[in-house]
């Protein structure tokens, strides 16, 4: 029944559609209900007109008056009441030659001549407004007439003379700390922002209206501004493209709504904003009744862009299941744009440009008179300057002097900060350090292992012979006894490799703790990469023993030896084979029976640079933190599970500390790869 409603009230050019619509049918019965209907709708229309222009008259604020227009302006014939009252009250003032007065009725003008697209006299309105409060030296209506010119040029598209006043008001604003109305226009710079398409900007003026909304107070205000902020928070994400997010926004508002039992400010903004959210997300049904919400909304209230944005939306939703439907607001749409986009609106308005140029003259003109003035009375006080001039120096020498000892203080202060600074980055680095030395731990344990074991077999079937060897001396049998021997050499030989083995893990890890960065030295990077993978794996493995993974390794065999830190890049590699583990997993635990998880190795020579590969197949990582993953303190781990500085000491020892590079591959859910390019030379 709301659609055949809207087919009537519709003023858009093809109304040959009204007659061929299937939902005609029930036409008789609307009538009907309409004629049962309109008698109390008109009584009760009456009596709400007659309520507030009794209001009017017994109220003398500013906020109050507005309040009550805006009212005015949203009834049917509203508008007229509310323009004859402010322009007697506006001609009492002018009389009384009260210019305060003057002022207020002057701004409550330009509200009512723009909610009727009068643009051109609401923006003579402004003009006024803005020389009389600066006559008055009124930062209160001065801000509010800055902001309304930018709401003026936001809706003829001059994005850069809205943005000029927007900034204009919000400095006036800010000195006078006029919370409600720094809300406005927060409000009015996230909407000039994004359509402007600087989201960045625009998400920043939405935060800064949201944090201040919280922090009010009057729990009246402070409702309407955090439904204020939220909406503009969901107007973000969804320039933003991100629906979801939007939605949550938007689904707060309806929250806050019911909770509070609020109605909207601007009637069917947020139904066609929630509609076209609901869309994106493929929610039809949703998206159709909100739609229709605003269009009707709109409709009543001839906010023609607005309605035309609801039934794009309409006409898209019905797309595919409802040609008809979709037909008939896709013609509304066109219908209220172009009443929207008449040139008559543009024409006035590029007149009063004109005259905007004219009084601009004007004012040169005067001031040009009062320079004229000035000079006269400045020959008369030149001499009083140049007598106090002497004196004015003299207090700025004294100055001088002690800032210069201030700044002498403060210097000392920033260099003693500094190297405070430099010391608790030194630790930090110490602390990654040996957090790494703590993922070694394990592996080592298992690396020295093997050695020790062949140390002990060796040393013990070495006692066995001996004990032969004095045997076979004591009976004479040399030959035995010289076979014994060479058996005994090559145990004590074993042992001497195995123990050196020992000995060159515990440098190596003697070496990864140590605060300096060490010097540079060749290096076969392929042992280098195949030692740390282990120690690695085997340190994870000793953390979960259920835990398994295929290693793939592809070495450059001919790979010239790297002049590098051998502790660093150890770390470097350390650090690339313990994120992999990680994330492989991390997938383990989530996915199904048929996933194997690998991490790869693989080490290039190419164009004077030896180029590292370490791949896995493990979770990825997202587009949106890519950048971030290389910050300091920057970790996707859950708290207790890492420091954030692992990839960011990475990235220092690769790029700063050997001039190398370092690039990350990766897509989300399939794996990632960390290539580490270092120069030969």
């Given at each position: 029944m709301a659609e055949v409603y809207n087919l009537i009230v519709w003023k858009g050019k093809d109304r040959s559609l009204l007659f061929n619509y299937r939902y005609l049918k029930p036409m008789k019965i609307f009538k009907i209900l309409i004629f049962l209907f309109l008698p109390i709708t008109v009584t009760a229309q009456k009596s709400r007109l007659d309520s507030l222009s009794s209001q009017l008259k017994t109220n003398s604020s500013y906020e109050q008056l507005d309040k009550l227009v805006r009212q005015l302006i949203t009834s049917p014939n509203g508008d007229s009441i509310a323009t004859k009252f402010v322009?007697?009250?506006?001609?009492?003032?002018?009389?009384?030659?009260?210019?305060?007065?003057?002022?207020?009725?002057?701004?409550?003008?330009?509200?009512?001549?723009?909610?009727?697209?009068?643009?051109?006299?609401?923006?003579?309105?402004?003009?006024?407004?803005?020389?009389?409060?600066?006559?008055?030296?009124d930062t209160y209506y001065l801000s509010r007439f800055f902001r309304r010119l930018g709401l003026i040029y936001a809706y003829e598209k001059d994005h850069k003379k809205s943005g000029l006043y927007f900034r204009l008001a919000l400095e006036a604003t800010v000195l006078k700390r006029d919370t409600a109305l720094i809300l406005n226009i927060y409000s009015s710079l996230e909407t000039h922002y994004v359509v402007l398409k600087k989201l960045d900007s625009a998400r920043y003026f939405a935060?800064?209206?949201?944090?201040?909304?919280?922090?009010?107070?009057?729990?009246?205000?402070?409702?309407?501004?955090?439904?204020?902020?939220?909406?503009?928070?969901?107007?973000?994400?969804?320039?933003l493209n991100r629906p979801d997010s939007a939605l949550f926004y938007y689904l707060q508002v309806i929250r806050f709504k019911d909770y509070h039992h609020f109605t909207a400010n601007a009637p069917g903004f947020f139904e066609k904003n929630i509609a076209a959210?609901?869309?994106?997300?493929?929610?039809?049904?949703?998206?159709?009744?909100?739609?229709?919400?605003?269009?009707?909304?709109?409709?009543?209230n001839k906010n023609y862009g607005w309605m035309a944005e609801a039934a794009e939306t309409l006409s898209k939703a019905y797309e595919g299941n409802d040609y008809p439907k979709s037909l008939f607001y896709y013609k509304a749409a066109v219908g209220a744009r172009d009443t929207l986009n008449s040139g008559m609106r543009t024409q006035r308005f590029q007149a009063e440009e004109n005259r905007e140029k004219q009084i601009e003259e004007e004012f040169k003109k005067s001031a040009a008179a009062y320079q004229a003035k000035v000079r006269v009375?400045?020959?008369?006080?030149?001499?009083?300057?140049?007598?106090?001039?002497?004196?004015?120096?003299?207090?700025?020498?004294?100055?001088?002097?002690?800032?210069?000892?201030?700044?002498?203080?403060?210097?000392?202060?920033?260099?003693?900060?500094?190297?405070?600074?430099?010391?608790?980055?030194?630790?930090?680095?110490?602390?990654?350090?040996?957090?790494?030395?703590?993922?070694?731990?394990?592996?080592?344990?298992?690396?020295?292992?093997?050695?020790?074991?062949?140390?002990?077999?060796?040393?013990?079937?070495?006692?066995e012979l001996t004990q032969e060897l004095k045997h076979e001396l004591k009976s004479g049998n040399t030959e035995e006894a010289v076979a014994i021997a060479d058996d005994l050499e090559q145990n004590l030989g074993k042992i001497n490799h195995h123990?050196?083995?020992?000995?060159?893990?515990?440098k190596g890890m003697l070496q990864h703790s140590q605060l300096g960065s060490g010097t540079k030295e060749p290096v076969n990077i392929n042992s280098l990469a195949d030692e740390y993978m282990r120690l690695a794996y085997h340190g994870l493995r000793a953390k979960d023993k259920d835990f398994n993974v295929e290693l793939i390794t592809s070495y450059d065999e001919k790979l010239p030896k790297v002049n590098m830190v051998p502790q660093d890049m150890g770390r470097v590699m350390l650090n690339l084979f313990n994120n992999a583990f990680y994330a492989v997993n991390q997938k383990l635990r989530t996915a199904g029976?048929?996933?194997?998880?690998?991490?790869?190795?693989?080490?290039?020579?190419?164009?004077?640079?030896?180029?590292?590969?370490?791949?896995?197949?493990?979770?990825?990582?997202?587009?949106?933190?890519?950048?971030?993953?290389?910050?300091?303190?920057f970790t996707t781990k859950p708290t207790g599970e890492g420091t954030g500085l692992g990839l960011s000491l990475t990235y220092d020892m690769v790029v700063k500390g050997h001039g190398g590079t370092l690039e990350i591959v990766s897509k989300e859910g399939e794996g990632s790869e960390f290539i580490v390019k270092l120069p030969l030379n």
């Open positions: 322009n007697e009250q506006l001609i009492h003032a002018k009389k009384a030659e009260d210019l305060k007065q003057e002022a207020k009725f002057i701004l409550l003008l330009s509200i009512i001549n723009t909610e009727s697209d009068n643009y051109s006299m609401a923006l003579q309105n402004c003009v006024d407004g803005v020389r009389i409060s600066k006559s008055l030296n935060e800064l209206e949201y944090k201040l909304a919280n922090s009010l107070k009057n729990e009246p205000i402070k409702n309407n501004a955090i439904i204020s902020s939220l909406m503009d928070l969901g107007e973000v994400e969804n320039a959210t609901y869309l994106k997300l493929g929610q039809l049904d949703s998206a159709k009744k909100y739609a229709l919400i605003g269009y009707q909304k709109t409709s009543a009375y400045s020959v008369i006080t030149i001499l009083a300057f140049l007598s106090i001039v002497s004196f004015i120096l003299l207090v700025a020498y004294r100055k001088q002097q002690k800032g210069n000892k201030l700044l002498k203080s403060q210097k000392l202060e920033i260099e003693a900060a500094l190297l405070k600074l430099q010391a608790t980055q030194q630790q930090l680095i110490q602390s990654e350090k040996m957090a790494s030395l703590g993922e070694l731990t394990a592996g080592i344990a298992h690396e020295i292992q093997n050695p020790l074991n062949f140390v002990n077999n060796f040393s013990e079937v070495s006692v123990g050196k083995r020992a000995d060159a893990i515990v029976a048929g996933y194997k998880p690998e991490v790869a190795v693989t080490t290039s020579a190419e164009n004077g640079h030896v180029i590292i590969g370490i791949k896995d197949n493990g979770i990825g990582i997202p587009d949106a933190i890519k950048e971030k993953i290389m910050q300091p303190f």
